[in-house]
């Protein structure tokens, strides 16, 4: 099943933290607004977003476009290796 990957960008003190990862199922991934993904199960995808929180939790960027694009960066490198 493929999901839309979406996520929450705030601002703090020393930059902006990404996180609430959330993945809701889709027929058609939108790239522009999060990242489309494709996981075999429930289990597998609950993994993942854990482990994006666990990943993105301490980083902070300078701008939303950083913020977006490391994550997606981050995302189609684990598509990849899969």
Known sequence: MTW???WTTLPGLR???VS???ATP???PDNVRGVGL???N???R???LKQLEEHFGGRRFTNT???FDSVKAYVLEYAAKR
């Open 15 to 17: 930059g902006l933290s």
């Open 65 to 67: 476009a950083e913020a």
């Open 26 to 28: 889709t027929n058609a």
């Open 38 to 40: 494709e996981f075999r």
């Open 4 to 6: 839309q990957l979406g």
């Open 20 to 22: 609430e990862f959330r």
């Open 42 to 44: 429930e289990v597998e």
């Open 46 to 48: 609950d993994d993942f």
